[in-house]
């Protein structure tokens, strides 16, 4: 268990819908990334937030969005979905020399 | 842009002998490397870190150099099992704090 929670595990939606994925971080980390992995591809860089505040910024579609809130949970918002959004997305939090990612949410878009 | 390199073509090795990755990086000089490993479905999970005063690192099987002159580390598994199959990942993090990850290579030991 590497202490970080993703909620849903797996969300099927239909294309055009939103959803939103939930991420808690290991207590005591501040940082919090996100990551989209489509069916066998390398790890996509997203976006990072430290302490709520958005620090880097990688391939992230304008129809995504995230935030991290005082608690340090995150939430990654996909909007206008298409088919080919859909992915494993993992969220990792951890110190610079360490990541610790979560399970993961399979999102398929139908 | 920094960039990372590993062989995308899948790794067979018979068990019991040894495996080794490689992993390549461009356009920068990382202060460490990380290594990952990654099941189907699952998140990566830390292997080992590499800093770039040390040459060489180990952890039970597991054994990473670093060559900074190259650009490159190699991620060794000696006396290879099944249960090493899966892709294994090398990332460092560059000066935005991002971590630049390489697509990985996929290791398969045979029995």
């Known amino acids: 268990d590497s202490g970080v929670t993703q909620t849903p595990k797996h969300l099927i939606t239909a294309t055009g819908q939103r959803v939103t994925l939930r991420c808690s971080p290991r207590?005591?980390?501040?940082?919090v990334y996100w990551y989209q992995q489509s069916l066998d591809q390398g790890l996509q860089f997203l976006i990072q937030y430290y302490n709520g505040e958005e620090r880097a910024k990688g391939n992230i579609l304008e129809r995504f969005s995230a935030q991290q809130f005082p608690d340090l949970h995150s939430e990654l918002n996909l909007s206008s979905l298409e088919l080919g959004d859909s992915a494993l997305y993992f969220c990792a939090s951890g110190p610079d020399t360490e990541a610790f990612f979560g399970q993961g949410t399979r999102l398929t878009v139908v | 842009s920094q960039k990372i390199e590993q062989n995308s073509e899948a790794l067979n090795i018979q068990e019991g002998k040894t495996a080794t990755l490689t992993c390549n990086y461009t356009n920068y000089s990382p202060a460490y490397l990380q290594w990952y490993r990654q099941d189907p479905g699952r998140g990566p999970v830390f292997l080992l870190l590499?800093?770039?005063n040390e040459k060489e690192k180990r952890k039970e099987r597991l054994k990473v150099t670093f060559d900074t002159t190259l650009k490159q580390s190699l991620f060794h598994i000696t006396a290879s099992q099944p249960a090493d199959s899966a892709t294994y990942l090398c990332a460092f993090r560059d000066s935005n704090y991002q971590l630049i990850w390489g697509a990985g290579t996929k290791l398969i030991i045979k029995p």
């Open positions: 590499i800093r770039e």
């Open positions: 207590s005591g980390d501040l940082s």
